[in-house]
C-alpha cells in the first residue's frame, strides 16, 4: 500500500549571485521578468537549461536586454516572440550550486521572479525535506552567493501550484494597461489606486485607460480559468 503523505516540503527563498546572467542586466534597464524553469540536460562539462522568460517593464529597455542576451556567450539557443523569451543557457556543471538546484525531485510551484533591484525569488516544493536541505546548504556555502534569505520553508498543500499558459498576444496599448494596473497595485486588495491615477500615470483619459484594461482582461481572464 501506498503511504499518504500530506502536504509537501516548501522552499520560498530570496536570493543573489555573482555569476547569474540576467539580474545584473534586468537592474540596469530597470527590467523584471517572471521566470519559468522548463528542465535541464548534461552534456561535457555543462549543465543546459532550458526557460521562458516573461519580461515586464518599458519597450525599449526589453530590446536591448534581448540583444544583450542574443550575443551572450552562454546562451547557445533563443527565441523571441515580443515579451516573452525562450532560451538555452549553459553553465559550468563543476559548480555545485546548479546541480543542487535542478534535480529531478524537486516541483517548481511558481515562475521565479527576478526583480528590478536584482534578488530572485525562487519557490521549490519536494515530496522530502532532505533534499531542500541539502539545497539550502548548498545555496549558502556557494562562493558566487552574495544574499540568501529564507522567506518560508513549511509543509504544505500544494493546491494552488501554479502552471505555465501562454497568455495571448495584446495590443500596445492593452498590454501597457494591465502591466500598469498590476505594477500600480491596483489588483491587490485593499486597492492601492484607483482607475483616475493610472490613467494619469499613462497619460490617457479615464475612459480610454479604462476600455483598455478591460479588453485586456477580457482575453487574459478566459485563458486562465477555462477547462
Not at 67 to 93: D, G, M, P, Q, W
Request: with cysteine.
Amino acid at each position: 500500500m501506498v503511504p499518504y503523505i500530506k502536504g509537501m516540503w516548501y522552499l520560498k527563498f530570496k536570493y543573489k549571485h555573482s555569476d547569474c546572467i540576467y539580474a545584473p542586466k534586468l537592474q540596469e534597464l530597470n527590467l523584471s521578468v517572471f521566470f519559468y524553469y522548463l528542465g535541464h540536460y548534461l552534456k561535457g562539462n555543462y549543465v543546459f537549461t532550458s526557460a521562458a522568460q516573461h519580461l515586464i517593464g518599458d519597450q525599449g529597455s526589453i530590446k536591448k536586454y534581448i540583444n544583450y542576451i542574443k550575443n551572450h556567450k552562454s546562451i547557445v539557443k533563443i527565441e523571441v516572440y515580443n515579451n516573452l523569451i525562450f532560451t538555452v543557457a549553459k553553465h559550468k556543471r563543476e559548480l555545485e550550486v546548479y546541480g543542487a538546484i535542478y534535480q529531478p525531485i524537486f516541483i517548481y510551484p511558481s515562475p521565479a521572479y527576478l526583480s528590478k533591484d536584482g534578488f530572485e525569488v525562487i519557490e521549490i516544493a519536494c515530496w522530502e525535506k532532505e533534499p531542500i536541505q541539502r539545497l539550502i546548504k548548498s545555496l549558502k556555502k556557494n562562493k558566487t552567493t552574495t544574499y540568501f534569505e529564507i522567506l518560508s520553508l513549511i509543509n504544505r498543500s500544494m493546491e494552488d501550484m501554479y502552471i505555465i499558459r501562454l497568455l495571448p498576444k495584446l495590443p500596445e496599448k492593452q498590454e501597457k494597461a494591465i502591466r500598469l494596473a498590476f505594477e500600480y497595485g491596483y489588483y491587490n486588495f485593499p486597492r492601492k489606486l484607483n482607475l483616475d491615477r493610472l490613467s494619469r500615470i499613462a497619460k490617457v483619459s479615464k475612459p480610454t485607460f479604462r476600455e483598455n484594461l478591460r479588453k485586456a482582461e477580457s482575453k487574459i481572464i478566459p485563458k486562465l480559468i477555462s477547462k
